[in-house]
């Protein structure tokens, strides 16, 4: 994985939101109807989380999700065409639901509450594994059952990460993790403090992790990985059409092999192929 300003992502994608913005003329968008393509306004999110999404060194948009994306918009052969929208995760459903956005790709994984109000993807796109990251001295520490009186850094009320562990915490009440809350959490501050000795473990997506370590360079490393999780797109319930040509494209990217060519560029793992990451059946999950 090659990233570029990592330091600097959420400012540089910032810029290229503007840019983005300011190439969504009526020139573009009209050039794109007259041509028969259907402009689909894609909600991308602006966390720092690569290789999943991240800028360059010239402020543009790279990672998994937009190759991903591209081959999709190659595969619908000009039936529809992207127009890109940044903002954080919840504001990306937020503007899902009311019709802002037509799609949101956010590495979601699925959750009950989010289904009844979304239509998800019928396939995953990719994988994010999850890991509990703790202290380089740190030995005692590989899955949610150890982090009994060991202290968790704090997590948002909400997201794929918090669902994983509160489904955790609902099937094991006996040995239910202790999680302080937190609306916006840094993933680096967190880290720094499991450095510094103020937390015993970050439950963190490991790609995440390897991101920030890569700059930050900390005395920590991945006690354990905890799970493979599928990641989805994330549409407003009426877009049943654009939803059911993207399947079939996600569909003929996976059989054709480029999921998995773009999975070994990413991550250095075919993640379609590699499946024994993990047994789940140990979290009871």
């Not at 190759?67 to 992207?82: R, S």
């Not at 040509?245 to 250095?268: C, M, P, Y």
Request: glycine share 6%.
């Amino acid at each position: 994985m090659k990233l570029k300003k990592f330091g600097t992502f959420v400012a540089s994608l910032s810029i290229a939101a503007a840019m983005l913005v300011g190439c969504s003329s009526d020139e573009e968008v009209s050039t794109a109807n007259s041509s028969g393509a259907k402009v689909i306004k894609v909600a991308l999110s602006d966390e720092v989380n690569p290789p999943f999404l991240y800028t360059d060194s010239d402020n543009k948009p790279v990672g998994y999700d937009i190759d991903y994306l591209n081959a999709v918009e190659e595969k619908l052969d000009g039936t529809y065409t992207f127009e890109y929208q940044f903002g954080a995760e919840e504001s990306n459903l937020i503007g899902v639901s009311t019709k802002k956005s037509d799609f949101a790709i956010n590495w979601f994984f699925k959750n009950p509450e989010r289904e009844e109000k979304f239509l998800y993807g019928d396939l995953e796109y990719g994988y994010s594994m999850t890991a509990l990251i703790v202290h380089e001295d740190t030995t005692d520490i590989q899955s949610f059952e150890d982090l009994q009186g060991k202290k968790l850094a704090p997590m948002a009320p909400s997201g794929g990460l918090r669902t994983i562990l509160n489904n955790y915490n609902e099937k094991n009440p006996d040995k239910a993790v202790e999680i302080d809350t937190i609306e916006h959490p840094s993933n680096a501050d967190n880290l720094k403090g499991l450095a510094e000795g103020r937390y015993d473990a970050v439950f963190l997506n490991v790609s995440t992790f390897n991101a920030i370590q890569e700059e930050m360079n900390l005395d920590i490393k991945v006690g354990g990985v905890v799970s493979k999780e599928p990641v989805y797109i994330v549409y407003n319930k009426d877009n049943t059409d654009i939803q059911q040509a993207i399947n079939e494209a996600t569909n003929e990217l996976r059989e054709d092999g480029t999921l998995s060519e773009l999975a070994q560029k990413w991550f250095d793992v075919d993640f379609f192929q590699d499946v024994e990451y993990i047994n789940k059946e140990q979290y009871n999950f």
